[in-house]
């Protein structure tokens, strides 16, 4: 059994191999993971040997403590670790020895620790970018998360129960592949009359979530090396869809009128696709320019381009009135237009949808039935009541107001409480803003692992940017959280930053 030094000394050990193991993409337990079962495969860890305590090696790595749990927990699922209680976490004897002796073929990739033979260079380009996860439980400051306290379920309820109860057993068959004609119906006539979009329910077609949208148009629209051009930052489930089809990911800049048109034309004048946040940047917030956005349009029309409008929370715009989606502006029919039930009413809706014009919707409705199938039937049968019986633009107004007067608190406790290091983008509409580190010489990273052992989400703003000029921060949240946990929280953040 090793002594207290000894652990210290593996732990500088580790420090070496985390720096020479894992693409700095990857999620930083995952590279933790890969650093210890590197040692233990090349013997830099002997079986027996003695592993610091994950508060000890949480620090002597710079991560948080819940990482360093998730690396060793792993490791012991997978019999590299044992770990008895009050005694330590040791390298396994039997096994580790079993698999470096053991000669073998070459693996062409690995994901998550888990080894994978022979995957596609698709299936390898999407194992790297790695997967899209969201919060699982709500914390401060976890971003994009709705305030489902003031969801009206007793409504949603009893929509439900009249559909399970004395409905038809329709709902317990299988679907149409391009969703309910009556919800298909229910969201062209809000896009039209709330967004501005040209469509009928023809062109609508319901899925599970705005990432299956952006799958399905990197299957159906992107070859292998196509150009697509990214705002910069921006939202990373959508370069992680365009990035798993083969596509050239083209950073494009943002400025306060949004994405630079003009650079992105010099950069890639013949790119395939172009995906835009117009509405409400993600992450930044600001709105794309009228100007620009007819230039967007120019652009797809003359260069046989598409454009990708993702509107994932244009419902909530608090200081001015917003701008219609470019789907309404475009004669050309050359955008495909995103929106998520999600953010506006709960993410275990599992509900959003996709227009398309009109020539793709049987290739696109085709992909579908070849992916999932179809959106479950109920659920997409009680929203379209909610949204008939005027449910539905009832709570987006009462959340428009609620989520203005959080965004107000948050914006004044982090002033005053934190104002000195982080400096808040303007957050004129959405469920989150971008937060800047004053000193762009501290590490996100680390404070984000600081600030999860202390019981706060900061998600890091450096990890959304794909080109050359990074800037470190958060993505906080704000819409989910009563006065008091905005409060709270920027207590426990103030301590944290020092």
């Known amino acids: 059994m090793k002594s207290s ?15 020479k193991n894992g693409d700095a993409r990857m999620a930083l337990s995952t590279r933790v993971y890969r650093a210890i079962r590197s040692g233990i495969l090349d013997g830099s860890l002997r079986p027996g040997d003695r592993l610091p305590s994950t508060r000890v090696l949480a620090a002597d790595l710079a991560v948080s403590r819940s990482t360093a749990e998730s690396a060793y927990a792993q490791l012991e699922d997978e019999g590299y670790l044992v770990r008895q209680t009050g005694s330590g976490s040791f390298v ?12 073998g073929k070459p693996i062409r990739g690995s994901y998550a620790g888990t080894s ?10 999407i194992a790297v970018m790695g997967g899209c996860t969201d919060a699982s439980q709500l914390r401060a400051f976890s971003a994009g998360m709705p305030a489902l306290d003031s969801f009206p379920i007793a409504i949603w309820q009893r929509l439900l129960s009249r559909h399970a109860r004395h409905g038809s057993d329709a709902w317990m068959m299988y679907g149409d592949p391009q969703g309910s004609p009556l919800l298909r119906e229910s969201i062209a006539q809000y896009l039209s009359l709330s967004r501005g979009v040209d469509c009928d329910a023809g062109q609508v077609i319901v899925l599970t979530s705005s990432q299956q949208a952006l799958t399905l148009i990197s299957m159906m629209m992107l070859d292998a090396g196509d150009a697509v051009w990214m705002e910069d930052p921006g939202y990373r489930g959508a370069q992680t869809a365009f990035a798993g089809a083969g596509a050239h990911l083209i950073p494009v800049p943002v400025d306060e009128q949004g994405m630079m048109i003009d650079a992105a034309i010099g950069m890639a004048s013949h790119a395939k696709l172009a995906y835009v946040t117009p509405s409400h940047q993600y ?8 100007p620009r956005r007819l230039q967007l349009i120019e652009w797809a029309r003359a260069t046989n381009a598409w454009i990708v409008e993702d509107d994932y929370d244009s419902e909530f715009h608090y200081d001015t009135r917003p701008i219609a989606a470019i789907h309404g502006l475009d004669p050309h029919q050359r955008v495909l237009y995103i929106g998520t039930f999600s953010k506006v009413l709960f993410p275990g809706i599992r509900l959003a949808y996709l227009v398309v014009p009109k020539p793709l919707v049987d290739p696109f409705v085709m992909a579908r ?11 997409q049968t009680v929203l379209a009541d909610f949204i008939r019986e005027g449910h539905f633009m009832a709570h987006v107004r009462r959340m428009r107001e609620l989520y203005r007067a959080r965004r107000d608190i948050f914006m004044e406790e982090l002033e005053r409480q934190v104002g000195e290091r982080l400096q808040a983008q303007p957050a004129s509409g959405g469920l989150q803003t971008a937060c800047l580190l004053r000193d762009q010489r501290l590490s996100d990273k680390r404070i984000s692992g600081m600030a999860s052992d202390a019981g706060i989400d ?7 940017y794909r080109g050359a000029n990074i800037r470190n921060g958060f993505v906080m949240g704000f819409s989910a959280l009563q006065p008091g946990e905005i409060r709270t929280g920027m207590m426990r953040l103030a301590k944290v930053m020092g």
């Open 5 to 19: 030094s000894g652990s210290r000394a593996i732990a500088g050990v580790l420090l070496t191999l985390l720096e």
């Open 92 to 103: 396994g004897t039997g096994i580790a020895q079993d698999v470096r002796a053991r000669p």
């Open 116 to 125: 994978i033979p022979d995957l596609s260079e698709r299936g390898q380009q």
């Open 283 to 290: 992450p930044l917030g600001m709105t794309l320019s009228l």
């Open 369 to 379: 039935s070849q992916v999932d199938g179809h959106t479950a039937p109920l659920m």
């Open 458 to 464: 900061m998600p890091l703003l450096s990890r959304l």
